[in-house]
């Protein structure tokens, strides 16, 4: 199984450039979530699906938005980013009562 | 609203050393807890998970972690570190009801392996 895959690996932007970043996970999860890995932050929450045609915001959802495609997708959108969106983004998947899978993770800069 | 813990951000380990990382939780009920390592580079990988019983947990890569209720601990373990244990090391603390808002994360714990 491929778990979770995650597109783009790496992303260099300008400030003001919009993308999104795709995650697609395999092992029929209710529950999936972006997170950013900052140094010295750890991970926070961006934004979490609990199931297919919900989210909800976490902890740092400013300047993001996001799309519960279906069951296996859920999308991360940054409509203008900013140098302070620089990060790496990582995606997660949980199924009901367990542990969370991450994908590899996106190292996107802002420049 | 929960909250993790490590009071450590860098630990200095010789390399056969025994290793002992700690965690802090803030939680309302019995958590699920549960410690993640992150090579340079790399997406987070599971090393072991409390839900519940036996209080002492084995995961892998020889690393156990013991759940402290009284202390709000899980502190995790290793007897005998490998240069290969070099990494990043992340607790972590979810709901009990499959943590569906997430899971918290302390700010991590950087493991230097000397030789």
């Known amino acids: 199984n491929a778990g979770v895959t995650q597109t783009p690996k790496f992303q260099v932007l300008k400030t003001g450039q919009s993308m999104t970043l795709q995650c697609a996970q395999d092992?029929?999860?209710?529950?999936m979530y972006w997170y950013r890995q900052d140094p010295g932050m750890g991970l926070r929450l961006i934004y979490y699906?609990?199931?297919?045609?919900?989210?909800d915001k976490g902890e740092v959802p400013n300047g993001y938005n996001v799309s519960r495609l279906n069951k296996r997708e859920f999308s991360l959108r940054l409509e203008s980013a900013a140098p302070s969106q620089t990060s790496v983004y990582f995606c997660?998947?949980?199924?009901?009562?367990?542990?969370?899978?991450f994908g590899q993770g996106t190292r996107l800069t802002v420049v | 609203a929960q909250s993790v813990t490590q009071p450590d951000i860098h630990i200095t380990v010789s390399e056969g050393a025994s290793l002992e990382l700690r965690c802090n939780y803030s939680?309302?009920?019995?958590?699920?807890l549960f410690w993640y390592v992150q090579s340079p580079g790399q997406g987070l990988q599971l090393l072991l998970k409390y839900f519940s019983g036996d209080t002492l947990v084995q995961g892998i890569k020889g690393f156990e972690a013991e759940f402290k209720r009284s202390q709000s601990s899980f502190n995790l373990r290793k007897p005998s570190v490998h240069w290969s244990d070099a990494a990043e090391y992340f607790c972590a603390v979810g709901a009990r009801r499959g943590g569906a808002d997430g899971l918290t994360f302390g700010k991590g714990t950087h493991l230097i392996i000397q030789p």
């Open positions: 092992m029929n999860h209710n529950s």
């Open positions: 699906s609990a199931s297919e045609g919900t989210t």
């Open positions: 997660a998947s949980t199924p009901r009562d367990g542990e969370a899978f």
């Open positions: 939680y309302g009920a019995t958590p699920y």
